[in-house]
């Protein structure tokens, strides 16, 4: 399991942790096992750490996996051969000189569970949604891990975790699995969202070959006085679920979702490492300013279109 470690001083600060898995193929193992200091190259280091392996949100406590997984560290080819905390840091007021000791307490064990684990993010996994929120508006997105993705599935997954995440617009969030047309579940909901209080919730479903899982967002902008955009930042939003899952699938598939091309002005489903498997020509429409409420774009790729809607 994984028990997050805040330093008093300068936790206020802490956005949020990424711990990533680092394949055996990587070839910063051995400078990081052989150097000392720093390395800015964050994105030569994280193309060998393409998967999550857990996250920390304010208000999580820590994680614990079921008895029967895990997830696998090792030497062998296809073993997580080190792992890459990443801390995301908050700091509006630009206070000089601190120091941050935060991370992570990882719980090991020499005794292989009888499944390895793995994480599965849906709704928008790369952030790439272009949508420009006006201020004072209402934005409602969904997005669709449809079954054209999910039905190249080469077995069961059994999923544990759900840890929904959004930004501080962000008002509801929500995951529903479908299967032959039919809503057979809610994945996971959180109705009132404060990003003061996230979790790590327990699930138990199992996702079938040709299920569909879509991811409901809905923000309020009505306290900001300039635009939201989707990224990175802490002013940017997001809209994804990381689940939580067994047994791993042996391509390590990591995302299934939104995406936007920039190059190609098309939205592209993705199931595995951003691996395109569906495209749409349409392109992602912006909501007109001049609304006072907003219902935001309707993500809908297995019809192959984009719409928004009143």
Excluded at 214 to 232: A, E, L, P
């Amino acid at each position: 399991g994984f028990e997050p470690i805040l330093n008093n001083a300068t936790a206020a600060r802490v956005h949020h942790f990424v711990l990533r898995f680092c394949s055996a193929a990587s070839p910063w193992f051995n400078f990081f096992l052989n150097e000392t200091g720093d390395h800015d190259d964050a994105a030569a280091i994280e193309g060998y750490c393409p998967g999550q392996l857990w996250g920390w949100a304010p208000g999580m406590s820590p994680y614990a996996l079921p008895d029967v997984a895990g997830f696998r560290v090792g030497s062998d080819a296809d073993d997580f051969k080190f792992l890459n905390l990443e801390i995301h840091y908050d700091n509006p007021d630009q206070t000089a000189g601190l120091i941050d000791t935060s991370g992570v307490r990882i719980f090991y064990t020499r005794n292989l569970r009888t499944h390895d684990a793995a994480v599965l993010t849906v709704g928008d996994p790369y952030v790439t949604n272009p949508t420009v929120m006006q201020p004072k508006s209402i934005y409602k997105f969904e997005y669709d891990c449809p079954e054209v993705a999910t039905e190249i599935l080469p077995q069961d997954l059994y999923f544990f975790g759900s840890f929904l995440h959004m930004h501080s617009t962000g008002k509801q969030i929500w995951t529903t699995q479908w299967r032959n047309g039919s809503m057979i579940s809610t994945v996971n909901r959180i109705d009132f969202w404060d990003f003061g209080f996230q979790q790590t919730t327990t699930t138990n479903f199992v996702l079938k070959a040709g299920d569909r899982l879509n991811t409901h967002c809905i923000f309020n902008t009505k306290d900001r006085s300039s635009v939201t955009t989707f990224g990175m930042a802490s002013q940017n939003e997001m809209c994804m679920n990381f689940m939580t899952y067994y047994p791993r699938l042996p391509q390590q598939y990591d995302a299934c979702g939104y995406a936007w091309d920039d190059q190609n002005n098309i939205t592209v489903t993705m199931m595995g490492l951003g691996q395109p498997i569906f495209e749409s020509g349409m392109p992602l429409p912006n909501p007109s300013p001049n609304r006072s409420s907003i219902a935001g774009c309707h993500l809908l790729w297995i019809i192959c279109r984009n719409l928004c809607r009143r």
